[in-house]
């Protein structure tokens, strides 16, 4: 499920606001709910996000406000294998390759801590793996076709300028 | 009927060949860590799952091309006993983890045990290449050609931003964990060694004991290995590791002159006396014996003495393990009986080297 301000990323904050007996739902990403001041909107009490997300709030004490809230960590889950991030953080190990996605938002920091990157550069898959490839074929022609140019050896670069418009071709008619 | 070769035999045979700098390497491991689509990884894949991952991963157009490698034999855990588990264990040939974790796990081997391909470990598919001495790079070529066979045939969990999907977020990325064991005794005697591995880690790589509990090495034993997966190629990542080991090989030989050059008596006298003890010794517990082994590794390296080949030395470091010796010597032996069959294991190796 998608933010519901920005629709780009995820949706990792999930609240239900009950006002005399209506509901409403609210499911931001945590960028957005951020940059909405500390508060969830609507909410009389004040709970900051912090307090949601360092799991101050339980589901009973939001009863009593007549507000259902739910904190990120434990609803934030993964849709395929049904592993919350919450499980993720207290074991540090994924459930299914669709887990990357459901808790995308917070991978970059913890694989900055470990890896110090956030993006693999090294081998690819032959089979699902031919998009990327090209890209990084185009990058290294492009690379060369610098050089080329800087050396002025035209011919040659022109050369190299016609591969990389048919590999580009190639992925932008995949 | 489950293959028992590879747990009667201490030594694989790959470990007889020689490598590059063996007398300080002693063996390169490449693992590559590999997962399948649309399934979910071993913790949390249910038995039908589980099955439908080893069916995946050893269909026979698979299996056919594979052979074409050498010929490979399968094992699967629920059909071996916990005794020869762990054999496979002190042999590096299968993990803890999947002789405890995994009754729904296999290992594939190859004949002479440098190919342990383990299925359903923590990951669907783990590929280990072994060499002896200092050959990380060509445990990386093969290790990357077996991989190519298995995608030849499956569709791994991959994504253009993350790589190779695993469960631990510490492999994700390549998959790649390049290790070398060494044997650095003159780092420990000189008292260099912990500042060695404190300046090996800052450079993105890790290292630990070797049968030792915790971070304690027993018989001078290290394994170095990349902590990094993503965001470098393994090529960068093997080429990291391979000139930091070269440079603590470097460190090494310089200790082992030093102590040569200042108390050679002494160091004389260190090897001679753990000989003798070797030799005659009624009881001895795996702690004295790794420090023992490891003082006549040195000594034959250093040619104080004319010991056996390396490759008995290599052979004694896993013959002295428990589960080798239970195997061995039968079941119901207790600790004292163990010291004794070690003590006894190792005087008679000796005697016929
Ligand atoms: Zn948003
Ligand atoms: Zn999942």
């Known amino acids: ?174 | 009927m489950p293959n028992l070769r590879f747990t009667e035999k201490a030594l694989s045979d790959w470990m007889r060949g020689q490598g590059n700098d063996s007398d300080i390497v002693i063996s390169s491991r490449v693992r590559v860590a590999r997962n399948l689509q649309h399934l979910p990884f071993p913790l949390l894949a249910n038995p039908e799952q589980l099955e439908e991952v080893l069916e995946r991963l050893t269909d026979i157009p698979n299996q056919e091309e594979l052979q074409s490698l050498g010929t490979f034999y399968m094992i699967k855990m629920n059909e071996i006993d916990s005794l020869d588990k762990k054999v496979l264990v002190e042999k590096h040939l299968i993990s803890p983890n999947l002789a405890s974790e995994s009754p729904n796990g296999a290992v594939i081997l190859n004949e002479d045990e440098s190919v342990s391909i383990m299925i359903n470990e923590e990951d669907h598919l783990r590929i280990q290449c072994l060499y002896p001495g200092f050959q990380v790079r060509d445990a990386w070529d093969r290790a990357t050609s077996i991989d190519d066979v298995f995608e030849n045939h499956v569709d791994y969990a991959f994504d253009d931003r993350r790589g190779y999907l695993t469960s631990c977020p510490t492999n994700v990325g390549t998959g790649l964990r390049a290790s070398v064991m060494m044997h650095l005794p003159a780092l420990v005697m000189t008292q260099q060694i912990n500042r060695i591995l404190s300046a090996v880690s800052q450079v993105g790589l890790t290292v630990r004991g070797i049968y030792g509990e915790g971070s304690e090495a027993l018989g001078n034993l290290f394994q170095i290995s990349n902590q990094i997966t993503l965001g470098q190629t393994e090529n960068e990542i093997i080429d990291n590791l391979h000139s930091v080991v070269l440079q603590m090989i470097e460190h090494e030989k310089n200790a082992r002159q030093h102590l040569l050059d200042e108390s050679r008596v002494r160091m004389t006298d260190r090897v001679k006396r753990s000989y003798g003890i070797l030799s005659y010794a009624e009881v001895m517990d795996s702690k004295e014996a790794a420090q023992r082994l490891s003082d006549l590794r040195l000594g034959i390296d250093l040619g104080i003495i004319e010991g056996p080949s390396i490759a008995v030395m290599n052979e004694l470091n896993v013959m002295t393990q428990p589960g080798f010796l239970q195997k061995t010597y039968g079941h119901d032996s207790n600790v004292e009986d163990r010291d004794m069959c070690r003590a006894k294991l190792i005087r008679e190796t000796l005697a016929i080297s």
Request: proline residues 2%; aromatic residues 6%.
């Open chain 1, 1 to 174: 499920m998608l933010c519901q301000e920005c629709g780009k990323r995820p949706a990792t904050l999930h609240f239900t606001k009950i006002v005399n007996g209506e509901k409403t739902e609210f499911h931001f990403c945590e960028s957005c709910a951020r940059e909405k001041g500390e508060m969830i909107p609507g909410t009389s009490g004040g709970f900051s996000i912090h307090s949601l997300l360092s799991g101050l709030l339980d589901i009973e004490t939001m009863g009593k406000n007549a507000t259902g809230a739910t904190k990120a960590s434990q609803t934030l889950r993964c849709e395929e294998c049904g592993m919350t991030y919450s499980q993720f953080s207290k074991i540090g190990r994924f459930g299914c390759s669709s887990c990357y996605k459901y808790f995308d938002d917070r991978l970059d920091p913890l694989f900055k801590r470990v890896h110090g990157s956030l993006v693999h550069v090294g081998k690819v898959p032959k089979r699902g793996g031919g998009r990327i490839q090209v890209k990084r074929k185009i990058d290294d022609l492009k690379q060369e076709l610098q050089q080329r140019i800087q050396q002025e050896e035209f011919e040659e670069a022109a050369e190299l300028r016609d591969q990389i418009r048919n590999l580009e071709k190639e992925i932008s008619g995949q």
